[in-house]
């Protein structure tokens, strides 16, 4: 995420009271005098923002043996839960129920840079959102397990932080991969239908919420706020899709990059129509055949910078793991961007901010999907075929023109040595880090120049405090995880011509669902000239999740100022130092 930022005051800002927010001592490893009221909670500009998940570990949540997985499925679609609710066991079930997931709490946590943790909170919905009888009490939720969710992004002009999350109670089942409401996929196993929702979080503390019907059977994943020059426009990413093929049209409309309004309407009064894709790419662009329509545009990472909307494709089997754009530029005589006739290419120095959906032919979504296609490929970026990838990119960030930071997961892969007592194929990879890409004005392209990786330890198993030890006897793996790259991330520019970026790990291990191992933020500095590995920089671990905690997103907070972010030595008092 990269924010040309206005100048905004470094003041405190108190969050008012009235809103239904919850707060208490967070259970993050380290943490410590974190417990505030709603009138004491302050948002502090150039502090970091880190969201993590938190499972409740209610053995009731799932009966092993009782429990029908999907939640109400048809028998076809049925399979019978082999794990209770009990963390980490009960992700032993995604091994039989590819949608297996359960809604869980989202936490902010504001820290300092240096991970010193100030306080946390506990978004939850406002009053006029009708749950039952639990209107009041209802969270912002999210899919425990989904790796790809809670990303974190300060909006264009820095006052607000987005998130995207689910309408959904707390402890249901398989909510990631439910319907929303205003597109139902008939073929799709799980029957549930929950409004995907946009979460902003001000300068001032105050959450709104926006419901979209874009991304049913699947995640929304990231949302950045185009909150310039009156603006109120939010461009968000995800998936689409949990049923068969050919998917119905409001799946193909509903994947990938769009654009929506910024609501501040209260939730009951929402009626979101059909999604509005803003971006759209097919691997026929780079003359590849088709493969499933509305799969090639399954991204993750997003990010604006220079008024050019960037997003990541690193999962899935379908299109091409790579780093996109979306081209303002036109068509041509054969209607294909301008930027990028043959699938690559490179933004106009005169791009335009995207600030309304593609106006698509509805008869071609089946044989053409979203037409027409104006995204590219970021010219010098991979152009492989995701079943072949080595290459998974995630997070974005810019540290100017010319150098552009690519966090990238790794494989996944959970091969384990007994003999070495690492995971081998974790700790083999030559591309699982950080990335650092440079613009090479010769070649017209973005080169590799190398990646970070010291000190994330690939594939070496760390230990949890209360986590089970030994192997898992459903998968024969360790259950302590290791490091396998890295997902989301956030970079600061500093006064001597280096770069500190944070990033949150992804993780390899026995578990049934490794986006259930509890994971780490950390933190690297890097000289931003050097085309070539510079000795000695090496990540520092920030913060660390605990039992039943994962960590999805990083930012830093409303209102903070990015060409003014203080080193934590420059702006705390000595009581800081403890």
Known sequence: MNVAGSRLLCRTRTFRSGLALTFFLTG???????????????????????????????????????????????????????????????????????????????????????????????PKLPDDWDHGSESSENPVVTSFSSKSEIALNLSLDG?????????????????????????VD??????????????????QGRFHFTKTNAYSGNNGRAAILNDRNGANLLYTVGNAG????????????????????????????????????????????LGLKADKIGKDTNFRGLTVFDNVIYVTKGSGGNGINTVYFIDTSGFDSSGRPLACPTGTGLPASNAALSTTPIVYSAANLQTLGVT??????????????????????????????????????????????????????????????????VFDS??????????????LNLGVPYTIANYPTGQNAKTGLPWAPAADGLRNLIGRVNHDGTATIWAITSTVSGNGDQGADPNQLVAITD??????????????VVRSAGFGEVLRGVSFTPGTDLDHVADDDDH???????
């Open 442 to 455: 010769g070649l017209g392209a973005w080169k590799l120049a190398y990646t970070l990786q010291a000190g």
């Open 527 to 540: 000289n931003i000239a050097a085309t070539s590995a510079p000795a000695g920089e090496t990540f520092g």
């Open 28 to 122: 993050i490893a380290g943490a410590t005098s974190a417990f505030a009221g709603d009138d004491d909670f302050d948002v502090r500009p150039g502090n970091l923002l880190l969201s993590r998940s938190v499972y409740d570990n209610n053995p009731a949540n799932v009966v092993a043996g009782v429990t029908m997985l999907p939640p109400n499925c048809l028998p076809a679609n049925c399979v019978t839960a082999t794990d209770s609710g009990v963390y980490p066991f009960v992700f032993n079930n995604a091994l039989i129920d590819g949608s297996f997931g359960i809604t869980a709490r989202i936490v902010l946590d504001q820290l300092m840079t240096s991970g010193r943790l100030i306080n946390s909170l506990d």
């Open 159 to 183: 006052r607000s932080v987005s998130f995207m999350g689910y309408l959904a109670p707390l402890d249901a089942l398989d909510v990631s991969n439910s319907n929303t409401p205003g597109v």
């Open 372 to 437: 027409p296609y104006n995204m590219c490929v970021l010219k010098g970026f991979p152009t492989t075929l995701a079943k072949t990838a080595t290459s998974f990119p995630f997070g974005v960030w810019f540290a100017d023109a010319k150098t552009l930071y690519v966090a990238d997961e790794g494989n996944g892969t959970s091969t384990f040595d007994a003999a070495s007592g690492r995971y081998s194929v974790a700790a083999a990879q030559t591309g699982a880090g950080l990335q650092k890409w």
């Open 242 to 285: 949990n049923g068969g093929n050919p998917q119905p049209n409001g799946i193909i409309v509903g994947a990938g990059a769009q654009i929506l309004n910024d609501e501040h309407a209260p939730l009951a009064a929402q009626n979101p129509a059909l999604p509005t894709p803003v971006g759209s790419f097919n691997i026929t662009q």
């Open 186 to 203: 008939p073929t799709n196993p799980v029957p549930g239908s929950y409004y995907r929702v946009v979460g902003d979080l001000d300068a």
């Open 572 to 578: 705390r008092s000595d009581d800081d130092h403890h």
